[in-house]
């Protein structure tokens, strides 16, 4: 179980996110809206001040719906 005053701060941490990224909490909002199934890639690409990319990605199974399904609840979705 959480301690409930790390639950309020990461609250706070992800309301500030959204308040400076609100074009991503959009995106975010709406993929999953839309529904993460069993066999969608979620696929994440970071690039630096210097240009360098890195990318990962995930298929999606059927255990991981789980865990999004908290992370949509989380984020209040």
Do not use: C, W, Y
């Not at 409930?4 to 074009?23: C, D, T, V, Y």
């Amino acid at each position: 179980m959480m301690n409930p005053a790390s639950m309020m701060k990461i609250m706070n941490l992800k309301n500030e996110f959204h308040r400076q990224h609100p074009k991503f909490a959009a995106f975010l909002k709406a993929a999953m809206a839309k529904g993460v199934q069993e066999g969608s890639v979620i696929e994440i690409t970071v690039k630096n001040p210097e240009g360098e990319e890195m990318t990962a990605n995930i298929k999606v199974q059927p255990g991981d719906l789980e865990l999004l399904q908290e992370i949509k609840e989380l984020l209040g979705q």
